[in-house]
């Protein structure tokens, strides 16, 4: 079974830029695709990038160009890059090991000036 913890979260202004990372623990990451999601308030928890296992990438509409999601089975941690961030990215985000249960405790990133 896979554990997942998020770090890298914080306040940035618009136009900053944040890197997160989930560690995975307990199983192997490799083995999984891996996605992160986020959480506004008041709004329903929404997939932002996935990454397969051989590492082909999916984005949301809304954070392509800005977003890059990417994967280091060594370290068993997968990255989210964010770039020209602005105030409707903040969120609570978190990662996922798609087609299980796993769920970190989320990172919270907020965007204000």
């Known amino acids: 079974q896979v554990q997942l913890v998020e770090s890298g979260g914080g306040l940035v202004q618009p136009g900053g830029s944040l890197r997160l990372s989930c560690a995975a623990s307990?199983?192997?990451?490799?083995?999984?695709?891996m996605g992160w999601h986020r959480q506004a308030p008041g709004k329903e928890r929404e997939q932002v990038a996935l990454?397969?296992?051989?590492?082909?990438?999916n984005y949301h509409d809304s954070v392509k160009g800005r977003f890059t999601i990417s994967r280091d089975n060594a370290k068993n941690t997968v990255y989210l890059q964010m770039n020209s961030l602005k105030p409707e990215d903040t969120a609570v985000y978190y990662c996922?090991?798609?087609?299980?249960?796993?769920w970190g405790q989320g990172t919270p990133v907020t965007v204000s000036s």
């Open positions: 990454i397969g296992t051989f590492g082909t990438t």
């Open positions: 307990g199983s192997a990451m490799r083995m999984y695709a």
């Open positions: 996922n090991a798609v087609g299980t249960a796993a």
